[in-house]
Each structure stands twice: as C-alpha cells, then as structure tokens.
C-alpha cells in the first residue's frame, strides 16, 4: 500500500498516448477495471499490454457504472467537461486532463458539484510535477531566491505534417488553440509561483500554420503586487522548447527542458553576493525516466486520502481558463 490508501478501482476513458501514460503510473495495488475509447481496437490494445483482465466497453458511461472508485478521462477538450460531470454525479473521484473544458464556463459548474459531491477532481497540469518544477518551488517557499519578482517563460514545438488539420486546431472541439494547449501550462505555473492576477494582457498571432486558432500567444500577466509573468508559448518553435525562469531579489531559477525531445531537465540556481557582479551557480540535472505522470498520480490518491483539494485542482482550472477567457475577449480567429 502506497500513499496511505489502500488499492483503488480505477476506469479510464480515453486510450490514446496520455492514457496510456495514465495507467502506468497506477500502483501496484490498484486495479483498473474497465477502459473505453471511441476506437475499440486503441482500448483493446491498451487492456491486453497494459491492463490484462480490464473490461473494454463500449459507451464511456458503461466506465462509471463499472464499480470503480475513480475515473481517469483523456479525451479531447469537448468532451471533458460532460464527462466529469457525469463521473461526479456518479460519486467517483476523477482525474481529467486539462484544460478540463473548452471554456471557463464549463469549468465552473464543475467547481461547485466536486464540493457538493465531496469528491476529489484533479486536473492534468503534470508541469508541477517534474522534478526540477518541484525542486524550483519548494527553494521558493524556503527562501532560497528572496521575495519573488517576476517570472518569465517560453514553450513551443513546431508541430508537423498536417498539423492545421488535427482536432487540436479545431475551435468546436479544442476551444482555442496554443494558449489553451501549451500556454495553459505556463499560466498555470506562474499563477502557483507567483498568486493570482489580476491585469491579464497579451497577443494572439496566427503566424504560420493556416487554422482558425491562434499558433502563437505572448502574455503579460501581473497580480496585484505588481509581480509580472511574461510568457510566450508557440507551435512555431521548429526545435522543442521549454524554458521557465523564477526571478527573485537574491537569486534567479531557471528550468531547462522537459525531458525527451525539449532536451535534458535542468535546474540552474543563480546565488547574488552582496557585491553582486557574477553569481554563485549550482545546476541540478535529472537524467532519469519521467516520473511526473506517477507523481501527480499519487498526488490524486493522496488528495482522496486527505480529504484536500489537490495541487492542480478543478479550481486552478478554472482559475487559468478565466485568465484565458479574458484573452480570447474580443479576438477573432482567422477564417480556415
């Protein structure tokens, strides 16, 4: 028994690559009972490598009714929020991908019933969850870089062949395009760094690919401190990147890579003498397997075993797609 839980019952809809992921971070002790996905061939396929003895239905609703504790749900956008919704009425536990809906407005429905409910919803922000993510914060919360200043970030990848044609750049389906799938990421990390904000500004670019969403977002983000977060996440970064910088009156932070093809994970902490000039430097690496999706997996159990909201919760996605709302105010996606 791990996490102080004893072994959960789990059911997954949605057997693509991030679920997959999802049930190989389960534990030992827990037991996937049943899977769907729109391709029953993809949900027989993971069951037979992955899951031996997990039932492959045929109607995602079938998983709920199945006689689990809790769902995992990694399907497109236009279905998450449906979906959890259903999970909760049906008193389980859910684990959902984020952005958890396509808009704030079917977020936030899903807010209140989680606490009518009492059940836990955690919401797939895995970014909090990689090592050099989680050693960056808790040298925060120490102290180690002084009061927070600002932070600043940059995420991308260059998509490939066909790229405008994949449900992500379809508006119905995905609600919006980069500054939902990667610049959620860094709205989320910056609002856990540095609070809530407050002026939310930015630009949304349609640079090269030919969609009806934006393939570019460069935000300004401040609380009402005055600290800033300035981010720019891109599907026109031709080499992978991700890059997230914690600036702070003592020192600076910067995380380097993800791990795969955004390069080897690096932390690099920036110590100020009392004379500044060069500062004192020490750069952690993590060379190893990514274990984030295990990590915020446990996360999940430990939250239910609590009794506490999780860190990546229904509330912070709500919270990142209200910023995000703000940001698609007024602006018009160009014509496909």
């Known amino acids: ?120 919803v955690k919401v797939g922000y895995n970014h909090r969850f990689h090592p050099a993510v989680r050693e960056a914060k808790r040298l925060v919360d120490a102290g180690e870089v002084g009061e ?8 991308g990848h260059g998509g490939r062949v066909g790229y405008e044609k994949e449900w992500r750049c379809r508006p119905e389906i995905s609600g919006g395009g980069e500054l939902i799938d990667q610049g959620s990421h860094l709205i989320d990390l910056s609002r856990w760094f540095l609070g809530e904000f407050s002026v939310v500004q930015g630009h949304l670019d349609t640079a090269f690919w030919s969609m009806p969403v934006e393939d570019n977002c460069f935000l300004s983000l401040r609380t009402a401190t005055g600290r800033t977060a300035w981010l720019h996440a891109s599907w026109s970064e031709w080499k992978n990147l991700f890059c997230f910088e914690i600036y702070g009156r003592t020192g600076k932070l910067q995380i380097d890579g993800l791990g795969g093809s955004y390069g080897l994970e690096r932390l690099s ?29 446990l996360e999940f159990i430990r939250a239910i075993a609590g009794g506490r909201e999780p860190s990546g919760s229904i509330r912070d996605a709500q919270a990142v797609m209200a910023i995000v709302a703000e940001l698609y105010r007024g602006h018009s996606f160009p014509a496909s």
């Open 269 to 297: 902490h920036y110590r100020m003498s009392p004379a500044m000039g060069p500062p004192e430097t020490l750069i952690r690496e993590y060379p190893f397997p990514d274990e984030s999706w295990r990590e915020e997996y």
């Open 148 to 155: 927070l200043l600002f932070v600043r970030g940059r995420y």
């Open 1 to 120: 028994m791990s996490a102080g839980l004893p072994g959960m019952r789990v059911g997954l809809i949605g057997c693509g690559l991030i679920g997959g992921k999802r049930v190989a971070a389960l534990r030992p002790e827990d037991r996937l009972v049943a899977v769907q996905d729109r391709e029953r061939g993809r949900a027989e396929r993971l069951a037979g490598t992955a899951a031996p003895g997990a039932q492959v239905v045929g109607h995602w609703q079938e998983v709920l009714e199945a006689g689990i504790d809790a769902v995992l749900i990694a399907v497109t956008h236009d279905h998450l929020a449906p979906m959890t919704g259903a999970a909760l009425e049906a008193g389980l536990h859910v684990l959902v991908e984020k952005p958890a809906g396509r808009h704030v407005d079917e977020i936030t429905p899903l807010v209140a019933l989680a606490a009518r409910m009492g059940r836990v």
